[in-house]
């Protein structure tokens, strides 16, 4: 598994030597599988925060644009074919091995594992079941699998320079389990995004796969448009609507001309600053008050439709709350008085379970300047921190419940936590774990021992263990059952993890990124940042945070089933870790 850790300038040089070289050779000497996309990673942080300051040229990405789209299907050649030449008399890139989460080199996988398997070198005689190296993963009927390589590219300056056409060479195999009804949509394809300099519409090319008991060999030229200059390319390979494995081997991709990017990416891609205000409407409908005491506030955003959820939290928090509600727009032609409507029946609503304890809630209602926005979930996480007004924060999500005994246990948790790290306490982030019940309607521990049973038997879980074990596997679940003392540090950093954290309010908090909307890597992607920033893991192993199920969002399916959707949040998570690489030092930078 490949570590990270931050690295000097006078290390620069060396490094991008030694990944450039590492990544044009094979390493076939050794049978190895990789069960989950799991990153370990290490950091030194004596460089601090980067000199750098991210370059406001540009606010806005073009994944977000409208993409234009063409479709092909691959030009194959049945039977079993012989081997490739080996890679080194090749002008591509041979792309056989997993990304270490922050880096921008190597296959990106998100939570469902992928597998490396490497074997022996082939000879021309070998049938290529027994040699080589194979990436593979399971198909499932409703979901997507899908894993991600993404091409920064140089900056050119002259269109003798420009990559103008990319070409795809690989062996792809298919076990079909079991097909699903005719109604499902079956997604068996490579895809590339690309992005360009005048950050207009990126674009699309879908390369449809065949179904095969043997291994093909693919082959595919795309061709990019003469006019524009290619920045950025996003490989996919994804599979769906069906049971079975799919099998890919001797991935290669060829540019004409080689513009692959190796160094530090520079000018910074900027990250979003927090700019809700400027096409949203802010009211504030209710503040804390000096009546409400207590020195940590639960942040949090929730949509109109799901204000009910907040009634568990009040129930159950008797501390302060900041809270943004966002009502969206179906038409343009919104008034001032339509917008007041929208505002009081808001106000109507948490009167029905808000008619105790309101001077503990700051609320905010949120109404967006024109139709079918994008729901702005980390803007609205921005106002929520902006407007709370106590020394610490539980960042936390709308449909989660903090245990009882948070709130009169915070102090001595806080001192334990920063006791356990060596860093001032506006660096330490201390994890609060979350767990789920199955019911809506089951009852709320009040106790760990009562959590404990629930537990054993199989009322309550760890949160989302079975969709996306990555997201809290840091946690250490086991440890948080056993351990005796009030804290324990993270030991393994990943970069799937996020969990729900408590942190000091200072200048020192990083932000959540707005270009994030809707569903997908909104909320991991400021883990990440607190992690690059220096801040300490810290595990409370007396409390918890409890989640309360729902119905699924419809951006929730919609990003669960419509690839390019996903592909272009995938992009802007790239953008976000070149950002980060430059801004904290990290890698090559």
Wanted: charged letters at 20%; proline letters at 7%; hydrophobic letters at 40%.
């Amino acid at each position: 598994m490949l570590r990270v850790q931050l690295r000097s300038r006078s290390m620069r040089c060396l490094a991008i030597g030694t990944v450039a070289l590492f990544a044009l050779s094979i390493v076939v000497l050794q049978s190895v599988q990789v069960p989950q996309s799991r990153s370990r990673v290490s950091r030194d942080h004596s460089h601090g925060r980067s000199a750098h300051s991210a370059s406001s040229s540009s606010s806005s990405s073009a994944a977000t644009a409208a993409v234009a789209t063409s479709s092909t299907s691959a030009s194959t050649t049945s039977a079993t074919p012989p081997p490739p030449p080996p890679p080194s008399h090749s002008s591509g890139l041979v792309l056989d091995t997993l990304n270490s989460g922050f880096g921008l080199d190597g296959w990106w996988m998100s939570q469902v594992p992928w597998e490396v398997l490497r074997m022996p070198p082939c000879s021309p005689t070998d049938p290529l079941e027994t040699c080589g190296t194979v990436i593979r993963t399971e198909c499932k009927a409703d979901s997507i699998r899908d894993i991600y390589q993404y091409i920064p590219l140089q900056e050119s300056f002259g269109e003798a320079a420009l990559v103008n056409r990319l070409n795809i060479r690989l062996l792809v195999k298919t076990e079909v389990h079991q097909h699903t009804n005719l109604n499902a949509q079956q997604v068996f394809n490579i895809m590339f995004m690309t992005e360009y300099a005048d950050e207009g519409a990126a674009t699309i090319n879908t390369i449809a796969l065949p179904m095969s008991a043997h291994f093909f060999v693919v082959s595919e030229d795309v061709m990019l448009p003469l006019n524009r200059t290619p920045r950025r390319v996003l490989l996919a390979l994804a599979c769906g609507g069906f049971h079975g494995v799919a099998m890919f081997r001797q991935i290669e991709v060829t540019l004409q001309p080689e513009r692959r990017r190796e160094d530090c990416p520079w000018p910074l891609w900027p990250k979003a600053a927090p700019a809700l205000a400027a096409d949203h409407y802010v009211y504030r409908v209710s503040n804390r008050t000096a009546q409400c005491s207590g020195e940590l506030t639960v942040t949090t955003q929730v949509s109109v439709e799901r204000i009910a959820t907040l009634e568990r939290l009040h129930e159950h928090w008797r501390g302060p709350v900041s809270v943004v509600i966002y009502y969206p727009s179906l038409s343009d032609q919104s008034t001032a008085l339509q917008r007041e409507w929208k505002v009081q029946y808001v106000e109507k609503q948490l009167d029905m379970f808000l008619h105790e304890r309101r001077d503990c809630w700051t609320v905010q209602v949120v109404l967006p300047t024109a139709p079918n926005r994008p729901y702005p979930i980390n803007g609205l996480r921005n106002l929520a921190i902006a407007a709370a007004s106590t020394p610490y924060l539980l960042l936390a999500d709308a449909d989660f419940v903090p245990s009882p005994n948070l709130l009169p246990h915070f102090p001595a948790l806080w001192a334990a936590a920063t006791a356990a790290s060596s860093k001032p306490e506006d660096l330490v982030a201390v994890v609060v774990p979350a767990f789920e019940v199955l019911s809506m309607h089951a009852a709320l521990p009040e106790t760990k021992a009562a959590l404990l049973q629930q537990l054993a038997a199989k009322e309550a879980l760890p949160f989302r263990q079975a969709q996306s074990p990555l997201s809290h596997q840091a946690t250490n679940y086991s440890k948080w059952t056993q351990h005796e003392q009030l804290a324990y540090s993270i030991a393994d950093f990943d970069d799937k993890f996020e969990p729900y954290c408590i942190v000091k309010a200072s200048s020192r908090l990083p932000l959540y990124d707005e270009r994030f909307k809707d569903y997908g890597m909104n909320k991991v992607t400021h883990t990440l940042e607190l992690w690059a920033a220096g801040y300490d893991f810290i595990v409370s192993t007396r409390t918890w945070i409890m989640h309360v199920p729902h119905n699924p969002s419809a951006a929730s399916r919609n990003f669960l089933s419509e690839m390019h959707t996903r592909l272009a949040n995938r992009m802007e998570r790239f953008h976000f870790i070149e950002w980060l690489q430059a801004q904290y030092r990290l890698n090559r930078c």
